[in-house]
């Protein structure tokens, strides 16, 4: 806590040398796993109904980064994604657009096209995703790539086994160097949490990134068990608020992977309103990264208008 | 963007059916008291009343205690601890059956919030009867002699705050153990017992194993006092514990008693901030402060000082404040109007020597008894609201510098009942748990219950122990 205290006062410093940055992280408050989890366990017995249910759907729908990372993807599922991302509910025209479709860099050309004139964004991941187990010369050129394909967001791994080995001034630098490739694009920091495995290790890569330029701290690449949990996105959310308070910068929060339910999802904006507060209640600072989540929450938005459910065959598959 | 406001999410009042009047429950039926009047309970949310309930007098508790003297001595005491068991069991699965509906009718009648009725409360009362349901066939291997046996009658009297649990904490072991017991739930919280009353018809428990009768100090009095109880079990003030251990000084009875506190809550400067926070606001205002070992003395180490006051405002800040019955609500109603007068004298003695109070903004209903989260900084080791139990959501900030200061403070009180430590140093939890004198040590976390982990205070917070092996010990002659 008094590291904390002293790194506010010079937040500039803290990243002149390997050997500060280290102090600092180092130094940053613990995280207590069992009050975590609880604290998030509290938080999702929150219950939200009528009128809170309707605006938390219609924000979570609008907060939903629309994915699809498989080897199988091509131009003619992108194009379907994107359909999808432009108008969610055939049957509803005032179910609103999703923020952001996000695909691998060699499909972003496809994407832009299809989304051009929407105002919905275009996230490529990159940095040799998702294990970004490549040189920094490539992750360089593969973020360069999707922004000149027209990428508005790149979604970057950071290096683990250098974070896990201690060598925070390697991921700071590699995260810096994407920063600065992204060029205006909104850079994502994916930690991968499920790979750093403790909390404490959670808001040290949160502090990492912020520091490095991130615009984004994000959970997780989707391809690794667990991906998002609400506890891990709670110490992120209470780092973003540190942050904040720090230096009056407001930096994102996306959880991403295994978020499938709408319930699910109205938990997390619990959880945003009351630890980051109100201001994080927005697309420009939370996003989920999710798939299958997009036709819950319309079910669940059709229900709450009807009075009754329709049938998945009603939503389309993507 | 606008407001994430949460929209009114009440739980259902009509799960649960009350009656207009109740009766005592004696020798395993309802019966009409003979010798006091009626009184009213109410729901301290909304003032309105619930049912009226009969007060026992002497010739009442008289009658209950000859029951369960009758049931001693003829069924329950005679009975295998196996069967015993049987019947505890079917309780707690009774219990777990209708928790919605207990949780429903515990926080009409004592105002606390249904989030905290049906996610702790209820669910450890079916824990502690599961739990010594578990060991009615095993007392001899409970580490208090190789033939221990009951001690016959228990008169136990509970206190308002947690009504329910108050009532497993004694009913459980002393069942378990082969005693008979006459319970007195507390006057402005009677309705859960009773139907806790019920369920032991519906678990076809024998008659007269369990009896209830309602009633203020009267015949709470006349309960502790009656020549035929063996065991008295007690929670609830100091003053009141007092005048019962002075009343049964020199006559054969076993007592124990659970007391009052004012636990030190102790903030290092190396603790798990976040948490530490959320540990502070549950230590307080977990069931409106009504908890013998609330966290109400909140001690920091001064390095840390401003950063963990500033970090517990704005928590204070989204403490949802209200109807108990809604789901998202966190603090919910005080208990009586004569526990919010309490609070209300303390809190204006706070200010009036000095201490500086400070609540967030919260809009309070209109009816019912009201008390909003409240912190006091600047208080020395000489206020009163550093050393009263105002029971209630009011927590008094002290300092220290070190270790030994801490220990110092937190130790210099009548009360020790509960503590809490909070750093990341785990010898320094373990140097500090050693020097503290209070029967339960919270390390990183705060007001946790099990019906596995014994519980009891030090000087005047009580003696005895309730819960775990150590709690049977209580209701076992040896």
Redesign the interface.
Known sequence: ??T??SGVDSLADVTSSEDRLRRFLLGL????Q???E??AATLS?????????Q??LD?AIQMIDLTTLEGQDTPGKVRALCAKAKRPDPADPTAPQVAAVCVYPDLVATAKRELQGTGINVASVATAFPSGRSSLAIKIQDTKDAVASGADEVDMVIDRGAFLSGRYAMVFDEIAAIREAAGDAHLKVILETGELVTYDNVRRASWLAMLAGADFIKTSTGKVSPAATLPVTL?ML?AVRDYHEATGLHIGVKPAGGIRTAKDAIKY??TV??TAG?DW??PELFRFGASSLLNDLLMQRTKLATGHYPGPDYFTLD | ?????????PESRAIVDIKSSYGLFVNGQFVEATDGKPFKTVSPASEEVLAEVSEAGPADVDKAVRAARKAFDKVWGPMSGKDRAKYLFRIARLIQERARELAVLESLDNGKPI?ESR?VDIPLVAAHFFYYAGWADKLEYAGVGDDPQPWGVAGQVIPWNFPMLMLAWKIAPALAAGNTVVLKPAETTPLTALAFAEICQQADLPPGVVNIVTGAGRTGQALVEHPDVDKVAFTGSTAVGRAIAKSVAGTHKAVTLELGGKAANIVF????????I??IVNGIFFNQGHVCCAGSRLLVQE??YD??LARLKRRMG?LRVGDPLD??TDIGAINSAAQLAKIRELSQVGEDEGAERWSPECELPANGYWFPPTVFTGVSQAHRIAREEIFGPVLSVLTFRTPAEAVEKANNTPFGLSAGIWT?KGSRILWMANQLRAGVVWA??FNRFDPTSPFGGYKESGYGREGGRHGLEAYLAH
Do not use: C, H, W
């Open positions: 806590m008094t904390l205290d408050p613990g995280v207590d069992v009050g975590a609880a604290r017995t929150r219950s939200i109904k009528t009128t809170a249910k605006y938390a924000l110490v209470e904006l619990v309103n009351e109100p209640l927005d | 963007m606008s407001r994430f406001e949460y929209a009114p999410a989030r996610d400067e190396d603790a798990p901030i976040d948490q530490t959320e540990g390095s840390v950063e963990v989204t789901k998202n990341e990183n976390t």
